[in-house]
DNA sequence: ACCTGAACACCGTTCAAGT
DNA sequence: ACCTGAACACCGTTCAAGT
């Protein structure tokens, strides 16, 4: 995979740079799409061609890095039709976009999902457009964060169970022990697969449909719990 | 908080065993507990007086520690109840209680959500209880374990977002930037502050209600599709 | 059996030194 | 400005040596 193997470079600026933080960034995706792969800086540098020490010249540390590879996978889930469509219809492909991004990087969801985002532009221009969209379709105010907080938790738990080995609920020969749960299991597999679906994006599936229904509904209920009080006054 | 600070244990076996796996994985949580604290074998072995190859006469390494934990965690969510209750009301204790369970240690969740949970006995047992309810109750035979990784993402999910500093979506001065945003955001905390309530905890009850009203609308959906396939039958 | 102590192959980060 | 190379303070794990 390296680069050069074994030209080694002298000490001292090069005539040209050898790395830029477009090459750096390219690199650690595909490191990280390795399932066991340590994503170390080590490993980055090599895979470069390149010696630890120089990656900080384009980024303070790791937590850097990975906040960039966070920002540009966050740009690459891009728009869904949000202004087109209705908000719990767009979300959909959104969620979906979003789940299969940060899913196709397993080496570094753990990271991505922990590190604080503390204000990340790409992330707010990203929720603006979710939040402007609600507002306009009349989704209840102070509802607005909390739907888009659980649809991300949802997206995010969901990326991070897709990491288990096949499934997370996997009784081998613990039918004996889980009667219930070996029979729902196997029904869950027959449906997927009749249905020509993995397992794992059949459960995505119907888990963000019923969460979007959930979340529509409830704008109904406290619609209804705004009249009654608006009557009362 | 070293139990002994300096008192030097010669080599060779102690008179009395000085560990056990569960002083190990007791003093394990507390330091899990710590935010920022690095959850590290050698940390772990200062803690408790200790050289780090002890540790490997318990655990085999540092995944097996964790894994280790995790089911001690499984057991203490606990049950909640779905002996008496539906599925869908039992449901909710129990995901508030594993949220809360795992959200707790903050330097061990990443670990625990990514870690490999290849047959663990305790979470088998956990799901077992929780599919047995929702056959009884009817609930669909392939939705059933569908439903209930939705609700683990959910709360996996949560419990990690729970771990942003205050919060993610936070417009500190992109008010400008993100103007429905930041509306909603006021919105939301407003409404959280005047229920007495955090804004992280307000946002998962929602989400959870909308999830578990989701999943339980479902039902009716498949029942209605059965029903429609069974007529034309 | 249960611990220490030394050793090994790694990390991330800092910083002087080269061009 | 952009890289190497050496150094520092760490890791997790293995294994001989002690009692």
Known sequence: MTTEPDSKRPAGRPRTAVLSRERILETAFTLADVRGGDFTLAALARELGVRPSALHHYFAGKNELIAGMRGQLTTRVGDHGFDSL????????????????????????AALATLPVDDEIESIIDYERIAAAMR????????????????????????????????????????????HLTAAEHAARAYASARARSA??????????ALVAGLVAATEIDAAEADATGARA
């Not at 908000?87 to 969801?109: C, D, K, L, N, S």
């Not at 739907?147 to 004996?176: H, Q, T, Y």
């Not at 794992?200 to 449909?209: Q, R, Y």
């Open 86 to 109: 209705s908000w719990h219809e767009a979300i959909v492909p959104w969620a979906r976009a979003y789940r299969q991004t940060f899913g196709a990087h397993p080496g570094i969801i």
């Open 136 to 179: 306009r379709d009349g989704y209840p105010e102070h509802r607005i964060v909390p739907a888009i907080v659980a649809i991300e938790s949802f997206v995010i738990g969901s990326a991070l169970d897709s990491l288990a080995p096949e499934d997370n609920l996997r009784p081998v020969d613990n039918a004996r022990l889980a009667p």
């Open 200 to 209: 794992v994006d059949e459960t995505f599936e119907f888990g963000l449909a």
